[in-house]
């Protein structure tokens, strides 16, 4: 268990460069949409309720189930299925770029866990191209060093909210108390996030992210940024 914990946090934490992109805050910031912790941490508990990010960790979860199977079939279908799901090109950019970085980072792991697979690294990326969705990556990572999938799908939510509550520290401003109280806050949410996504069907894959959508496509027009989205 200790080594499953030791790769999650590895894992979840991995430079992949999730710290360039606000995935939309910083327009919403600058709209006054969200101007406090508190208004931050709605947004984020919303978006864990019925957002995108629900989607997202589904994927990776069938992408970790996919490449434990060698199903590379299965990883084609769902990296094509989660490209069609990112409504705007920065969601889409940003999704590919830290998917392509965290492969790599894989392929340049000595890690003799993933000698378990059934199928080799090299081959399971195959069916993404240079155009693996984070998601993807992220399970095929996790199928790799042996996470389980609820502890899997745990830091997976918690590392995009760790990013995103940084963002919003960033922006606003918060104070770094401020924004662990957020993530604290926010532990009961998540956990309740993990479980209702395993129990997904596939068919029950939908999102309510038009408010995402709209600050992601402001942003692009926004006079100054510091972030990539």
Known sequence: MNS???CLLQLAFAPVGAYSYS???ESLVETGTIDSAISLKNWLKNSLQFGAIRVE???AVRALRAANLGDLEALSYWNAWATATKETEELRSQSWQMGRTLI???LDLRSPISAQLTTPVKELIEPCGNQCNFAIGFGIAAACWQIEEEVAVLGYLYSWATNLASAGVKLIP???TDGQQLLLDLHA???CTAQE???LDDDDLGSCSWGL???SMAHETQYTRLFRS
């Open 197 to 199: 996504v395993l129990k």
């Open 4 to 6: 499953q914990i030791l």
């Open 57 to 59: 960790a589904a994927v």
């Open 189 to 191: 949410q998540i956990s």
């Open 213 to 215: 959508a709209l600050a």
């Open 23 to 25: 995935e939309g805050i």
């Open 174 to 176: 918060l104070g770094q």
């Open 104 to 106: 790599k980072l894989l």
